[in-house]
């Protein structure tokens, strides 16, 4: 079974641009939650979709958003970009939403270079 | 409200030295607990889980027993090798927090 997949691994980007990221989740998995992990704050939640809809949000400013498609691939926007957005943006997907036992299972991530 | 603490970094032992890595948390409800891994360059692996008190997870010789009494949930191995090198993660879902919350990462260096 494929896992999660996201493209594209690395980014440089210009301060003021915006970026999108891509999640492919594990065949079956209809939950994608995405995290923001840097050296000095760990691994921070964005955000979490599930059959489409987003079920929770963490503590990100509005220049921050997703999707999820029908075919539970999601998509990650950040408008505006700081410098401060550098970072490593992981997609996590999981058979059910975020409140059972069923584990999170990640992809290698994104890194995000803002200049 | 839900969080998880773990013991800060970096950890440095030689090889086949006992490792402990400590975390506690708190929770609303009766969470699940995991121990993830992360090798550098990649994303996050599960390592093991417990889904309710006195459960035990266990998995490439790692261990950890979800002790509600104590709140913890302490990773161990009994000998560590230099392919254990990385940060590994707490961290804890529960009911009444629909997201997962980390611990913020414990960094191991084996040598030989």
């Known amino acids: 079974k494929a896992g999660v997949t996201q493209t594209p691994r690395y980014l440089i980007k210009t301060r003021g641009q915006q970026v999108t990221l891509s999640c492919s989740p594990i065949s079956g998995h209809r939950s994608v939650s995405w995290y923001q992990q840097t050296p000095g704050q760990g691994l921070q939640f964005l955000f979490e979709?599930?059959?489409?809809?987003?079920?929770n949000k963490g503590n990100f400013p509005g220049r921050f958003s997703g999707r999820q498609f029908s075919n539970s691939r999601s998509e990650m926007n950040v408008s505006t970009l700081e410098l401060g957005d550098s970072a490593l943006y992981l997609c996590?997907?999981?058979?059910?939403?975020?409140?059972?036992?069923?584990?999170?299972?990640f992809g290698n991530g994104t890194r995000l270079t803002v200049t | 409200g839900n969080s998880v603490t773990q013991m800060e970094g970096p950890v440095t032992l030689s090889e086949e030295a006992f490792l402990t890595i400590n975390c506690t948390y708190t929770?609303?409800?009766?969470?699940?607990l995991f121990w993830y891994v992360q090798y550098p360059g990649e994303g996050l692996q599960l390592l093991l889980k417990?889904?309710?008190?006195?459960d035990k997870g266990s998995n490439k010789g790692f261990e950890a027993t979800y002790r509600k009494e104590t709140t913890s949930f302490h990773l161990e191995k009994g000998s560590v090798q230099v392919s254990d090198s990385a940060v590994y993660f707490c961290?804890?879902?529960?009911?009444?927090?629909?997201?997962?919350?980390f611990g913020t990462g414990t960094s191991l260096t084996v040598i030989p």
């Open positions: 929770a609303t409800g009766y969470p699940s």
């Open positions: 961290a804890l879902s529960s009911y009444t927090g629909n997201q997962f919350y």
């Open positions: 996590a997907s999981s058979l059910v939403e975020l409140t059972g036992n069923s584990p999170l299972h």
């Open positions: 417990a889904t309710k008190a006195d």
């Open positions: 979709y599930f059959s489409e809809t987003q079920r």
